[in-house]
């Protein structure tokens, strides 16, 4: 059973457009909802994150969106640049709980 | 020092061979974690150590065997793998559990 489902599974962009990632949750109890950037054959990087308590949260280009009613969020990626190109996992945890619940990651390609 | 150092980046052994992957952080985190990951997916949580003591096993199968031999140190100990345990293998720290997890790049497994 995943506990984060994300959407879509890829995107293509045109450079300078915005990129946008949808993540969706069930479990009221998470608090803390972090998005990773990883390319191919390297680690995941903690790109951004949000904690319930807060709409919105920006971070240069990258933004959260958090609803907290809807039990969503998302990323947006404002002028989308070729070196944005990534697979983008977003997830969600507890309070005390050291498991990261992981969505199925989004692939962004930014065509020139 | 910020961040998450892995070695070797790649290995290559045998379903006979015992190898050792090696893990280091030096940002004073108390949690470090091994993750699998497979092509296109998510990373699979598999170990967490909190204070250098075993804290979840994600009921891993034995041929891994974790150690922690203190808080900066992280080793993942491989024998009798099988073809299907080739993977990259990730490991992360915190500040303590349920906190940012910031990940290294990562040692890619083969085994043949």
């Known amino acids: 059973q995943q506990q984060v489902k994300q959407s879509p599974q890829s995107l293509i962009v045109q450079k300078g457009g915005i990129s946008i990632i949808n993540c969706a949750y069930e479990n009221t109890a998470f608090d803390y909802f972090p998005w990773y950037q990883q390319f191919p054959g390297k680690g995941p990087a903690l790109l951004i994150a949000?904690?319930?308590?807060?709409s919105e949260k920006k971070e240069g280009r990258f933004t959260i969106s958090f609803n907290k009613s809807a039990k969503q969020f998302s990323l947006h990626i404002m002028d989308s640049q070729p070196g944005d190109s990534a697979t983008y996992f977003c997830?969600?945890?507890?309070?005390?709980?050291?498991?990261?619940?992981f969505g199925k990651g989004n692939q962004v390609v930014v065509i020139p | 020092d910020t961040e998450v150092t892995q070695t070797p980046k790649h290995l290559v052994m045998g379903m006979t061979n015992k190898k050792s992957l090696k893990c280091e952080q030096h940002?004073?985190?108390?949690?470090m974690y091994w993750y699998k990951q497979k092509a296109k997916k998510p990373p699979e949580l598999m170990f967490v150590y909190s204070y250098e003591k075993l804290s979840i096993n994600e009921s891993v199968p034995s041929r891994f065997s974790p150690e922690c031999p203190n808080s900066s140190l992280l080793n993942l100990h491989l024998h009798a793998l099988q073809p299907e345990d080739s993977a990259l293998y990730l490991c992360a720290s915190s500040i303590k559990t349920y906190n940012e997890q910031f990940f290294g790049p990562g040692t890619r497994l083969t085994v043949l």
């Open positions: 940002m004073g985190h108390r949690a």
């Open positions: 949000i904690r319930p308590d807060v």
């Open positions: 997830a969600a945890s507890t309070a005390g709980n050291n498991r990261l619940a």
